[in-house]
């Protein structure tokens, strides 16, 4: 007796067990775009080799970034905090034209970057923003140019 009430328990933690843990799998899409945080359509791809470059940032509070642009198409994950972004259309970096764009990401938020804009992000809280950036496009690309 002693012997099936163990066995009973033994049966009962293993299906107990296998409850917590055998969950089905779950997938949430968390962006599907064309087009960039902007409003630019994104560009194709170009023939050869891919090449994936994922990056991470951490941006203290009252950073911003330099003004750049990427050659390359990009997503963009938040992570932590808020970061205020800004592109403008001006071939020359101006960022007082009337074509200044703007758009405020928070924890969770995903985007399409801006491909061949310059534009700069901008911490304007009082904690560090992080965030994950994924470019994708031709081998040994770089994924970021700064205006000179």
Sequence with gaps: MKQLTQMILILISMQLTTQAFAKPMESHPILKTTKSWNGNMLPGFNAGQTEFTVLS?????????????????????????????????DPHGNFTDKKMKKIKLKKGDSWAETVNTWHYGENNTNQDVTFILVFVGAKNTPPTLLLQ
């Excluded at 940032?57 to 994950?77: D, Q, S, W």
């Design 57 to 89: 940032f951490k941006i203290a509070p009252g950073a911003k970034t330099a003004v750049h642009l990427h050659p390359l198409n990009g997503i963009g994950y938040m992570l932590s905090g808020e970061l205020t972004m800004y592109a403008t259309d």
